[in-house]
C-alpha cells in the first residue's frame, strides 16, 4: 500500500480500507471483552435468577447498584458497536443495489441511535434507590 | 473447497447467530427501558407476556447462539493470528460445537424445569 492516492475516487478507495480495518480491529477487541461481559450477565440474569421470576422490584434493584450500572454501561456501548456493525456486513454482502444499501444502512444507524441513547437513559437518568431497603431483601436484590 | 464444507457451515452459523443477537439486543434494550415508567408502569405486564414459554424458548436459543457466537469467535481470532489456527480450523470447529454442547447441557438442567414449572 505504498502507492498514494492520485485521484479523488482512489483517496475514497483508501480512506475506506483504513477504517475498515479499523474495525476489523474493534470487532475482535470488542469481541474478547463481550465473551466476559455477556457470559456474566447471563449468569446474573438467567442462570443466578429464574428469568420467570424478573419483574420492575428485581430490575430497579439491580440498578439501584452502581456497579451494574457501569457494567451495563460497557456492556450496552460494546455489544451495541459490535452488534450494529456485524449487521452492517450483513447489508454490504446481501443489499446490492447502492441506494438501496445506503437506505438500509441510514435506518440501521438511525435505529441504533435511537435505542442505544434509550439504554444510556434507563441506565443513568433515572434513579432506582428510592424503592427503599425491601427491595434489597428480593433475591438478586 | 470451501463452499459446503465445514468452513462454510461455520461461517452461516455465525452470521445467523450474530443477526439473531444483535436483534435480540435491540428488542432487549427497549424492553428494559419500559421500567422508566415506574412500578405502576407496563413493565410488569409486559414481562408476564415475556415469561411465557415460546419466549423462554426463545431465551434458551438466544443463550445457545451466543455460546456457539463467542466460542467460534474465538475459533476466528486464533485463524487470523496462527497458521497453526488456519491448519486446525476444522477440529477447531468440532472443538467450539462440542463446548457449545458441554455448556448448553447443564443451563438446559436449570432452565427447562423452571419453564415447565411456570406459564
Ligand atoms: C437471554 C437472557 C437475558 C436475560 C434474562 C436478560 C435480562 C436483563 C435484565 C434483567 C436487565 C436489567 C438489569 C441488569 O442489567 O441486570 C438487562 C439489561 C441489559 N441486557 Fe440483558 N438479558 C439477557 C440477554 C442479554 C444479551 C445476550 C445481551 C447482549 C448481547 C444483553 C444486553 C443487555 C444490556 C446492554 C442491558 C442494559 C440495558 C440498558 O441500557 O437499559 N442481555 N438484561
Redesign the pocket.
Known amino acids: 500500500m505504498a502507492v498514494r492516492a492520485r485521484t479523488l475516487e482512489q483517496a475514497r478507495e483508501l480512506y475506506r480500507t483504513n477504517w475498515e480495518l479499523v474495525w476489523w480491529v474493534f470487532m475482535r477487541v470488542s469481541g474478547l471483552a463481550?465473551i466476559f461481559?455477556?457470559f456474566g450477565?447471563?449468569f446474573?440474569?438467567?442462570i443466578q435468577v429464574n428469568?420467570g421470576d424478573?419483574d420492575y422490584d428485581?430490575?430497579a434493584s439491580?440498578?439501584s447498584r452502581s456497579w451494574?450500572k457501569v457494567?451495563?454501561?460497557f456492556?450496552?456501548g460494546l455489544?451495541?458497536l459490535h452488534?450494529v456493525n456485524g449487521l452492517r456486513y450483513s447489508v454490504e454482502d446481501y443489499i446490492k443495489r447502492p441506494a438501496r444499501r445506503f437506505w438500509a444502512k441510514v435506518g440501521l444507524f438511525t435505529a441504533a441511535s435511537v435505542i442505544f441513547v434509550?439504554?444510556?437513559?434507563?441506565?443513568w437518568a433515572f434513579t432506582y434507590e428510592e424503592m427503599g431497603e425491601a427491595i434489597r431483601a428480593l433475591p438478586g436484590g | 473447497m470451501y463452499r459446503g464444507r465445514e468452513g462454510q457451515w461455520a461461517f452461516v452459523l455465525h452470521r445467523l447467530s450474530g443477526v439473531a443477537?444483535?436483534l435480540?439486543?435491540l428488542l432487549?434494550?427497549v424492553d428494559?427501558?419500559l421500567?422508566m415508567y415506574g412500578p405502576d408502569g407496563p413493565f410488569d405486564r409486559f414481562l408476564a407476556f415475556y415469561h411465557k414459554w415460546p419466549f423462554r424458548i426463545g431465551?434458551i436459543l438466544?443463550?445457545a447462539g451466543?455460546a456457539y457466537h463467542a466460542l467460534n469467535g474465538l475459533r476466528i481470532i486464533v485463524m487470523d493470528f496462527s497458521s497453526w489456527g488456519v491448519r486446525y480450523q476444522r477440529i477447531l470447529w468440532y472443538l467450539v460445537l462440542s463446548l457449545t454442547t458441554l455448556i448448553g447441557i447443564p443451563v438446559l438442567f436449570k432452565v427447562v424445569p423452571e419453564i415447565l414449572a411456570g406459564s
Open positions: 463481550l461481559l455477556v450477565h447471563l446474573f440474569n438467567n428469568a424478573i428485581y430490575v439491580r440498578f451494574v457494567y451495563d454501561s456492556l450496552l455489544a451495541m452488534g434509550l439504554g444510556v437513559m434507563t441506565l | 443477537i444483535a435480540y439486543l432487549h434494550v428494559i427501558s421500567v431465551l438466544v443463550m451466543v
